[in-house]
């Protein structure tokens, strides 16, 4: 079945430094969706990329679909202690290129902040 | 705020015993998915429903059971429960069924099974 695959699995970064996590799909995806989970909550949506190569920003994030539509990027700039927290891709299942479901997460990067 | 609730917050509950889990999803969303979280490990995906029909199924144990009713809220049954079944249990909601729009996640039901 469809596999999504993050990594890198944890990240210790200073105040100040970029971050950026990878998010690989075993099958091509219809749109792919990101989630951050602050700790001791729940995922919160985030952003969802459609097109091949599409380029998304929200202040510091960046996020990237690749052309294949089988990966795809968060970049955070600069972080801050309120970045921390786990962030997840996440795609649905597919078959014959009709999305039926099945949203399927990484196992997510879980990311810590020095100040 | 998300919208999704879920019921209850915690439970805590011994080996061999069954219980179900609620979550009523935001309103006028159709879908509702259910996945397991484990310590410090990533959601798996359990079951979804659409309008009161299975959509689709993840890695979801035989002794583990849900539905949604008319009213589009959702029950998870787990019985039989075991040690291993402690975790933190979300449930989601969407408005398609086709995983291509954003999901809203409840606050989560921290199962501990002792």
Redesign the interface.
Known sequence: GQQVMQIPQYQHVQEGEDFTTYCNSSTTL??I?W?KQRPGG????LI?LVKSGEVKKQKRLTFQFGEAKKNSSLHITATQTTDVGTY?C????NAGG???????????T?LTVHP | DSGVTQTPKHLITATGQRVTLRCSPRSGDLSVYWYQQSLDQGLQFLIQYYNGEERAKGNILERFSAQQFPDLHSELNLSSLELGDSALYFCASSVDGGGNTEAFFGQGTRLTVV
Do not use: D, M
């Open positions: 219809s749109n969706q989630y729940h995922p919160v949506f969802q997840f996440a795609g649905p299942s009709t999305s039926y479901g099945k949203l399927t997460f990484g196992q997510g879980i």
